[in-house]
């Protein structure tokens, strides 16, 4: 099931329509209050999720999906007008998988959509990494460090748990950028400076196992003893 979330009935029809062609289940939304009570009785399969809403915005819903341990794995394409630029590197800031400028048209909408969907129906199993008193679960999105729990943000938890997947590996900042910040988010080096900054402060003892390969990036340290 994708949801249309667009508070103008004629753009979100016409959304509807294509991907109920497309073979693809929908239901429509109108504003945001409606989206968040649904989603307390069913889950989608993805979000199309319009960022000027009455009530309560698209970047607010996004916000509190991606804070949400059991909504955060839901996916999230952003739709904003030509000229939100910041709306949009806000939303892939805080987690979205993807976005459209509008107005954009119904078949790059249902290409975007389906490119969405089997990035993220086919990623492994979630699992749980231990390294001395660190554990980060995936399922769950937590970070538990000698028993105490972690906050981080939805960034900072990606970027370790690329770290993790494989600890050694020297990532340049263009990896992490695209991996992290998706493909469509040209970030400046003081961006992904702050966010490993963070992260090392918060993993406290542990962030010392954040390597700066100098002039080229960073990687997790493969041996490393508290």
């Known amino acids: 099931m994708i949801w249309c979330v667009e508070d103008d009935s004629g753009i979100r029809d016409i959304e509807m329509y294509a991907l109920n062609s497309a073979g693809l289940e929908t239901k429509g939304f109108e504003d945001g209050l409606s989206v968040w009570e649904a989603l307390k009785k069913e889950k989608p399969e993805l979000i199309i999720l319009d960022v000027m ?3 309560m915005d698209g ?3 996004l916000t509190k999906m991606k804070e949400s ?3 955060c794995r839901i996916p999230i394409i952003l739709a904003t007008a030509k000229g939100q630029e910041y709306d949009r590197i806000h939303g892939l800031d805080l987690g979205a ?3 459209l400028v509008k107005p954009f ?3 790059e909408m249902v290409s975007r959509v389906k490119a969405v969907l089997r990035r993220t129906q086919t990623q492994k199993v979630s699992k749980l990494y231990k390294i001395g008193g660190l554990v980060v679960n995936l399922d769950e999105r937590t970070v538990l460090k000698d028993g105490c729990k972690v906050q981080l943000t939805y960034k900072e938890f990606e970027l370790l748990c690329m770290f993790l997947a494989h600890p050694g590996m020297v990532y340049t900042r263009e990896q992490l950028f695209l ?3 998706k ?3 040209m970030g400046d080096s003081r961006t ?3 966010h490993i900054r963070t992260l090392r402060q918060k993993l406290e003892e542990y962030g010392k196992m954040i390597e700066t390969v100098r002039n080229v990036g960073y990687r997790w340290e493969a041996n490393y003893d508290k």
């Open 69 to 71: 341990v059991e909504y």
């Open 59 to 61: 970047i607010e819903i």
């Open 53 to 55: 809403l009455p009530g």
């Open 105 to 107: 048209s119904v078949m």
């Open 192 to 194: 992904l400076d702050s």
């Open 183 to 185: 493909e469509d988010y």
């Open 97 to 99: 998988d993807d976005y």
């Open 179 to 181: 991996q992290v910040w």
